[in-house]
């Protein structure tokens, strides 16, 4: 049971990472990895807000959150829509991404500094015995709140007219602006939504093991194989795949220890690669970008 409550976990972070990152590669069709420093940022802002404003424990997490929403905007508006204007290819805004990444990292670093901060009131979290596995509430309102805000996110894209505005953006954002969309706008709130998601992550894994500048980067990597074994346009499989890269990585530490947790990630998306690329149920990130 240990076992499961620990993939569980484990699964409701790669999940907020890759649902929010598959919105943003849907709508501009480029790795965008400064979702990983986003996912990084929204924690320090938590921690900026209570311990240095003064805030609230949960006054710090909204504004958090909404910070997080804020800085993803911000690189679309600032980065990403100047170089689509410019009409750059996929490989310069990736590189784009790349830099905002390492340039927020930095950012955080100098201002924060680069030793392990925490938002926790204690250092041993209280946990709880369910059905023999121990668990604390922060990782139980990480498997919550991924579920709930996951199952919000599918129902509005499938639902709602903004969903329907957001599929068609996806698919022919020339198109969607015949049609009446505005391609700009739909594809400025994508960010904020995705931003957000990540930012709920990033806030949950530092109250459940403390934050580090660099602590992005696995989650970042781990919600991108996600979007490519579970299918770029899937929630479901995102779903799929996040629980089954969360039960890899967590047998693979019962039976050879921590080392070898990232290694079976990479040889999970390297297996659906050459077996089946298109992903569970979904499309590849492939045939998504052309």
């Given at each position: 049971m240990q076992l499961a409550a620990n993939a569980l976990v484990a699964a409701g972070t790669i999940l907020l990472v890759a649902v929010g990152f598959a919105l943003v590669f849907g709508m501009v069709r480029f790795f965008h990895f400064?979702?990983?420093?986003?996912?990084?940022?929204?924690?320090?802002?938590?921690?900026?807000?209570?311990?240095?404003?003064?805030?609230?424990?949960?006054?710090?997490?909204?504004?958090?959150?909404?910070?997080?929403?804020?800085?993803?905007?911000?690189?679309?508006?600032?980065?990403?829509?100047?170089?689509?204007?410019?009409?750059?290819?996929?490989?310069?805004?990736?590189?784009?991404?790349?830099?905002?990444?390492?340039?927020?990292?930095?950012?955080?670093?100098?201002?924060?500094?680069?030793?392990?901060?925490?938002?926790?009131?204690?250092?041993?979290?209280?946990?709880?015995?369910?059905?023999?596995?121990?668990?604390?509430?922060?990782?139980?309102?990480?498997?919550?709140?991924?579920?709930?805000?996951?199952?919000?996110?599918?129902?509005?894209?499938q639902k709602t007219r903004l969903g329907q505005a957001m599929r068609a953006v996806a698919d022919d954002p020339q198109l969607a602006s015949v049609s009446g969309i505005e391609s700009d706008r739909i594809i400025l709130l994508t960010f904020a939504i995705g931003s957000a998601l990540a930012g709920v992550g990033g806030i949950l894994v530092a109250f459940d093991v403390d934050m580090t500048p660099t602590m992005g980067m696995n989650p970042l990597m781990l919600g991108m194989i996600a979007v490519i074994v579970g299918g770029v346009r899937s929630i479901p499989g995102i779903v799929l795949a996040a629980l089954l890269l969360a039960c890899a990585q967590q047998a693979t530490v019962w039976v050879f220890g921590s080392a070898w947790q990232d290694a079976v990630a990479f040889l999970v998306l390297l297996a659906f690669l050459l077996v089946r690329a298109r992903g569970f149920v979904g499309r590849g990130t492939q045939e998504a970008i052309a």
């Amino acid at each position: 049971m240990q076992l499961a409550a620990n993939a569980l976990v484990a699964a409701g972070t790669i999940l907020l990472v890759a649902v929010g990152f598959a919105l943003v590669f849907g709508m501009v069709r480029f790795f965008h990895f400064a979702h990983g420093v986003i996912f990084t940022a929204a924690a320090y802002l938590a921690f900026v807000f209570q311990t240095w404003v003064g805030l609230p424990l949960i006054a710090a997490v909204v504004m958090a959150v909404v910070g997080a929403a804020v800085i993803g905007c911000a690189i679309e508006i600032g980065v990403y829509r100047p170089l689509r204007a410019k009409v750059a290819s996929p490989l310069v805004l990736l590189l784009a991404s790349l830099g905002v990444y390492v340039v927020l990292q930095n950012l955080i670093s100098v201002v924060c500094g680069d030793d392990t901060k925490q938002l926790r009131s204690s250092e041993i979290p209280e946990t709880i015995n369910i059905l023999g596995a121990r668990v604390t509430w922060v990782q139980l309102a990480t498997i919550a709140v991924a579920v709930v805000l996951v199952a919000t996110l599918a129902a509005v894209v499938q639902k709602t007219r903004l969903g329907q505005a957001m599929r068609a953006v996806a698919d022919d954002p020339q198109l969607a602006s015949v049609s009446g969309i505005e391609s700009d706008r739909i594809i400025l709130l994508t960010f904020a939504i995705g931003s957000a998601l990540a930012g709920v992550g990033g806030i949950l894994v530092a109250f459940d093991v403390d934050m580090t500048p660099t602590m992005g980067m696995n989650p970042l990597m781990l919600g991108m194989i996600a979007v490519i074994v579970g299918g770029v346009r899937s929630i479901p499989g995102i779903v799929l795949a996040a629980l089954l890269l969360a039960c890899a990585q967590q047998a693979t530490v019962w039976v050879f220890g921590s080392a070898w947790q990232d290694a079976v990630a990479f040889l999970v998306l390297l297996a659906f690669l050459l077996v089946r690329a298109r992903g569970f149920v979904g499309r590849g990130t492939q045939e998504a970008i052309a």
